[in-house]
């Protein structure tokens, strides 16, 4: 569903991301992990269309995103760490608005559902600046989520969400992928990556260092048996390897 | 205190110029400067003649109609408010400024130093745009003199949002403590509404008689002893800049400064608690324009059957829908709507009274705006691209070409603008409907407007696409969001860019015009009036190829435009 070949991004003379492959099939999670400025971020705006890489191809649903970008963007939902909204659009006016964007002919039928699932249901005629962070996070998601995207690509998603709504979010992203979504989760809450990753694909300084289930990455490196992925991350980044550094 | 806030306030402004002029590098900026460096000499260099010019308005009128703008502009601030403008915090300020170990005052004073570098900038431009003129008895004089004049605005404002402030917060309480600045006020107003009353009959026999006899009778208006009286402090703060020597200039200068420390002292009181108050009170208040901006009270939000959105059809629709909710729901929108609904009733009743004379000025005065609104209507509607690109991770993430989100980014804007001049026409229309003498007859009239109706979209639509196009191609030098920087002190950055934007529009309107002209004159022998169809039909269908041309360029503009090397506020 998302195929990523050779993708690189140049600001100026910094590398941001460096000769990034990987693809991710329906029903998988993969989730993003890295220092910060590992280019987790660059790597998944450039997969929303929002970024254009330096070299590289991304398809997405057999789309390739820079010949066919309308057609690769319509199975594609980007939910950002920091909710963008419209000051002048009511929460369900958001969803009517996505709905025509994405053509979903049924969005009246959508939007109850939808609201309830995400705890909404209450704030459906709120405008973004009577809703709390917590709040515009999750009409966020659910503005992702309207036209059951193919593709999902969630950026720290779970910020500014409480208890309730992180467990929510949680059974949301593990349904759509079971439901047969292609999902990347950027994050640092590596036990959330742990708890619902098929896959993981640890960077550091904008390239590669593992991809792979956690049994996979372990069994690479026999030395990071039987260690929690916390260690296992910090054994990946640091230069020598270890994890105390 | 004071060398933080100058410390903010320098690191702020270098820093910011340092990033702008970074973007130079790209040689769309590079060409954009020396546009608006050739575009600066051409106006206050090149043209200068080697002997004063005669002036629009001669150097003898400049004290008095300096005056009446000075008036204006000030009371303006009174009636309106301008705490928004004046004391607008940005989410940084609020953060470090409010919670920090700063007084309201300080934190006042810190805004008008912040002021300062809008104010610095724009008495440099203004000395450049004078410099044809031949005003003040050098350059640097008249750059003196021009600073003077609008930081006293500037603090005159600041001042006016306190009384305000303190009269909405305070209520009679306020009154006593502001009884003095209360006491001027009344007096300036009730002296200017008696002296415009008795002096009206001259000043429109004047009127009558041109320009320059207009403007001899409101001099000799002027010179009466209640007008003398009221405009003497206006006429100090603009004399300075109509000293013609060095000897003129000093003994100008002392009443002006003295004008500005005395508003410097209104706005900075010390040892009266009740002036904390007030200024903690207008921070407050501003800082709650600052979130209502982003939280806006709506007029309601129930939306009419024509704002209804199917999930089918032309995808872009969404943002041109979402653009026009984001106008009509607003109070602003919904009072200009109703104000000029009841102009237009009014004036179309009033022309058929005797007293249709109050309707014809009516009239005139809204043909007027509906036409100036052609060049400066842009600054005013912002609902598109201006508005959006803040948010264009979001729009390069929809599944739609950059030629649809361009296209109805400029269509939600020119469809207001447009709507607010086809209201101003019809005020004018309404105000002349019962004027049987009136040469051109209602016949004429009648195809005026609907020529005017039938050109102004796609007039407006070519204005908008160069406005848009400004944001796409320098998003770094472009003010984008809602709001702008407005006021007496950013008057001339706001001049120079409509004139700019008016000499590019005029570029494009040329071709489509002459066709359109031509077309009309040819067939206007064979078939009179009728040929104002086809000329029309000519004119939009000329300005519908330069708008798909332009479309086409920004649209893959748009698709290559990198937000992170955009360079664009968060």
Redesign the interface.
Known sequence: MIEVEGLEKQYGDFPAVRGLSFTVQPGEVLGLVGPNGAGKTTTIRSIAGIIIPTRGSIRIGGHDLAAQPVAAKSLLAFIPDEPHLFEYLTAEEHLRFVGRLYQVADVEARIPGLLQELDLADKRAALPGELSRGMKQKLAIACGLLHSPAALLLDEPLTGLDPVGIRRMKATIVSRAEAGAAVILSSHLLHLVEEICTRVLVMNAGQTVAIGTVADIVASRPALSGRRLEDIFLALITPDGDPRA | MIRVFLYLAWRSTYNRVARQARQLRNPRYLAALAFGLTYLWIVAVDQRPEHPPQMLVGARWLELVGAIGVIGALLWGWIFGVERRVLAFSPAEVTFLFSGPVTRRGLVQYKLLRNQVLILFNSLLWTLILARERFGASPWLRALSIWVLLTTISFHRLGASFVRTSLLEHGRIALRHRVVSLVLLGALVIGVAWSIKDAMPDLAAGWAGGLTTFLDALTEASERPVPHLLLAPFRAMVRPLAARTLGDWLRAAGPAVGLLVLHYVWVIRADAAFEEASAEAALQRARLSS?E????R?AH?RLPALLR?????W?A??IL??NL??VV?TRRARNVAGALTVAAIVAGLLSFQAQSSIAEVAGWLAATWAGLAIVIGPQWVRNDLRSDLL????L??????GRAVVAAETAASTMVLTALQAGLLLVAYFAFLGNGHMDPPLGLRTIALLTALACLPGINYLGMLIQNGAAILLPAWVHLGSGRPGGVEALGQNMLIIVAYSAVLAVGLAFPGVLGLLVFYLLGDDIGWWAVIPGVAVLLTGLAIEAAVLLGWLGRVF??T????ADIPA
């Open positions: 979130r901006r982003a939280s806006p709506l939000r959105l199917a999930p089918v059809g995808p629709q969404a829908w979402k909710l984001a729901r948010k264009l991770d979001l390069r993430s929809y599944p739609l070409a698709e290559a990198d937000p992170a090397g």
